[in-house]
């Protein structure tokens, strides 16, 4: 079946660093979402990616679509303590009948101040 | 607006009891998931259905049973808990692009 990967499962930085998680899928997506899910929180939607090659901002944090479609990124620039949670990527199937999301196995990231 | 609200919190059962985890969502939304999150196994879909009446398998449904008689509910049921089933189960509704996620029922099985 489909799979969604992601590296690294676990990260901690330096407040201040930058922190990069990748995301790939063994099927091509229609498109990808972020979410972020504090500890002890629920999953909380960041962003949405549905363009071959596209690249999207929010303040510190860029978001990466790959060419074919089945994997992506998402790079924090100095991050800050706030920025502690685990983040997950969810792919949609390409053609799929439903909305129906594939989550990553997440990445924890540790924040020292 | 409470967006998707999930009863209990928090429960501790027995093996062999059974319970059911209540999801309600106030959006109007058609489609619903029951997720279950595990450390390091990240979010993993138990069942959902696409609209009121109908419910599908998702990747790990053994166990489970769910309706959708209302379109604003989605119920998980446990016929008979056990302790693989120790668990924090999450309920989404979707609007067509993002899920919206319940705060999570924490399950203990004993």
């Known amino acids: 079946g489909q799979q969604v990967m992601q590296i690294p499962q676990y990260q901690h930085v330096q407040e201040g660093e930058d922190f990069t998680t990748y995301c790939n899928s063994s099927?091509?997506?229609?498109?990808i979402q972020w979410y972020k899910q504090r500890p002890g929180g629920h999953p909380v939607f960041l962003i949405q990616?549905?363009?071959?090659?596209e690249v999207k901002k929010q303040k510190r944090l860029t978001f990466q679509f790959g060419e074919a479609k089945k994997n992506s990124s998402l790079h924090i620039t100095a991050t800050q303590t706030t920025d502690v949670g685990t983040y997950f990527c969810?792919?949609?199937?390409?053609?799929?009948?439903?909305?129906?999301?594939?989550f990553g196995t997440g990445t924890l990231l540790a924040v020292q101040p | 607006n409470a967006g998707v609200t999930q009863t209990p919190k928090f429960r501790v059962l027995k093996t062999g009891q059974s319970m059911t985890l209540l999801c309600a969502q106030d959006m109007n939304h058609e489609y619903m998931y029951w997720y279950r999150q595990d450390p390091g196994m990240g979010l993993r879909l138990i069942h959902y259905s696409v609209g009121e009446g109908t419910t599908a398998k998702g990747e790990v449904p053994d166990g489970y049973n769910v309706s959708r008689l209302k379109k604003q509910n989605f119920l998980l049921g446990l016929e008979s808990a056990a302790p693989s089933q120790t668990s924090v189960y999450f309920c989404?509704?979707?609007?067509?692009?993002?899920?919206?996620f319940g705060e999570g029922s924490w399950l203990t099985v004993v």
């Open positions: 099927t091509t997506l229609s498109n």
């Open positions: 990616l549905v363009k071959s090659g």
């Open positions: 969810a792919g949609q199937r390409y053609g799929g009948a439903t909305n129906k999301l594939i």
């Open positions: 989404a509704s979707d609007n067509g692009r993002e899920e919206n």
